[in-house]
C-alpha cells in the first residue's frame, strides 16, 4: 500500500491537485509557490506549496503535510476515504478481521448502556464482568453500527460483504447479544443471539471457525463440549474451565478435527430436549469420536434442560460435577 500511495503521489503531485481544484498560486522561490489557505478564511497568502518536497505548509493555520493529509484536511475524510476518493483502485485491501474487530468494540460498548442487554443477560444467569470482559460480549441494538464503521472509513460495500448490514444498509444484528468467534487472535465472526422474539440465532455470513476457545482447552485431558455460547459461559462461570462450545450439535471438520488432535476425553453436554434431538446428535457425535480412538461420554442433563437453564433453574458445580461422573461412554 506505501508503494501506491508513492505512486499515486507521483502521478498527481499536489500542486496539480490544487490547480484543479482552482487554486492559484505564485512563484516565491525556486520550488515555492503561494497563495490564499483553502483551509481556512484569509487576505493575506500564507499557503506555501513546496514543489520539490510536494508538500504544503501554511503559516496561518499551522498545518501541513502531503497530497492526502491535504485531502483529509480539506474534506474531512479519513487517511482510507482520502485514498479511495483519490484513486478508488488503490484504495488499501481491507482487512475482515480489523472490522469484525471495530464492530465487535462498538458492540461491546454498548453493553454497559443499554439495561435490556444487561436484563437479558441476568436472566440467563451471566453476571461475572470479568469473563464478559474476557469473553468480549457485547450488545447490538441495531441501527448504530453502519455509521460507526462509515466514520472509521469502511465502505458500504465493505460492510456489505462481511454481512455487517443488508442490502438496505441496516444493522444485520439487531437487539442481540454478541460473541466474537476467534481463531487465534483473529475475530473470524460474531454470533447474536436474539433478546426478543426475532429467530434466536445469528451468524455472519461465512464461516463459525473451529471450536470456541479451543486454544484455552486444547491440552487438557478431559474437555466438556457443549453446544450454546450460553452454556459455555455459564460453565466458565461455575468455574468449570476445561469448556469449550460446537455452535450447534452438528461439528464442522475443523472442530471435529480439533477434538480428536489427542488422547482425551470429551463429556458431550448437548441439550436434552422433548424430541430427543439433542440426545441423538450427542450420541452419534460419541460413536464418531471412538472410531477415531477418543474416549466420549454422554452427560445426560435432567429432562428439558441445558447446562444454561440447569444453572439459572439452581443448579450447582456440585451438581453438574456428579452429573459429569455419571455420564456413560
Ligand atoms: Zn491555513
Not at 515555492?32 to 483551509?39: D, M, R
Not at 468494540?105 to 464478559?132: I, K, P
Not at 466458565?236 to 482425551?264: I, K, P, Y
Request: with cysteine.
Amino acid at each position: 500500500m506505501g508503494e501506491d500511495v508513492e505512486t499515486l503521489k507521483r502521478r498527481l503531485p499536489l500542486l496539480d491537485y490544487l490547480r484543479q481544484h482552482n487554486w492559484t498560486g505564485h512563484p516565491a522561490s525556486r520550488s515555492e509557490f503561494v497563495g490564499l489557505c483553502p483551509l481556512h478564511e484569509e487576505t493575506r497568502p500564507s499557503f506555501y506549496v513546496n514543489t520539490r518536497k510536494d508538500v504544503f505548509y501554511c503559516h496561518g493555520c499551522g498545518r501541513g503535510g502531503d497530497l492526502i493529509r491535504f485531502v483529509q484536511l480539506s474534506r474531512g475524510l479519513s487517511f482510507r476515504q482520502s485514498l479511495a476518493c483519490l484513486d478508488p483502485e488503490i484504495a488499501p485491501e481491507v482487512d475482515s478481521s480489523a472490522v469484525l474487530k471495530e464492530a465487535a468494540t462498538f458492540y461491546q460498548q454498548q453493553l454497559d448502556r443499554r439495561l435490556e442487554a444487561l436484563d437479558y443477560l441476568h436472566r440467563r444467569g451471566v453476571h461475572d464482568v470479568a469473563l464478559l470482559r474476557e469473553l468480549g460480549i457485547g450488545y447490538a441494538p441495531g441501527g448504530a453500527l453502519r455509521r460507526y464503521l462509515t466514520a472509521q472509513g469502511y465502505s458500504f460495500d465493505v460492510l456489505r460483504r462481511l454481512g455487517l448490514i443488508n442490502a438496505r444498509g441496516a444493522d444485520a444484528l439487531y437487539q442481540r447479544i454478541m460473541f466474537p468467534l476467534r481463531q487465534g487472535e483473529h475475530i473470524v465472526n460474531l454470533y447474536g443471539r436474539s433478546i426478543g422474539s426475532a429467530f434466536a440465532h445469528r451468524f455472519l455470513p461465512g464461516s463459525k471457525g473451529g471450536l470456541y476457545a479451543w486454544e484455552k482447552v486444547r491440552n487438557c485431558s478431559e474437555v466438556i463440549l457443549v453446544e450454546g455460547l450460553f452454556d459455555y459461559t455459564v460453565l466458565r462461570q461455575a468455574g468449570f474451565s476445561n469448556v469449550t462450545c460446537s455452535l450447534g450439535t452438528h461439528l464442522n471438520d475443523t472442530q471435529f478435527g480439533q477434538l480428536c488432535e489427542g488422547q482425551r476425553t470429551v463429556y458431550v453436554t448437548f441439550d436434552v430436549d422433548e424430541n430427543q434431538s439433542g440426545q441423538q446428535a450427542a450420541e452419534q457425535l460419541a460413536q464418531r469420536l471412538v472410531v477415531h480412538g477418543i474416549s466420549a461420554r454422554h452427560v445426560l442433563l435432567p429432562e428439558g434442560h441445558d447446562p444454561n437453564s440447569f444453572f439459572v433453574q439452581g443448579g450447582n458445580a456440585h451438581q453438574f460435577q456428579s452429573l459429569l461422573e455419571a455420564a456413560q461412554p
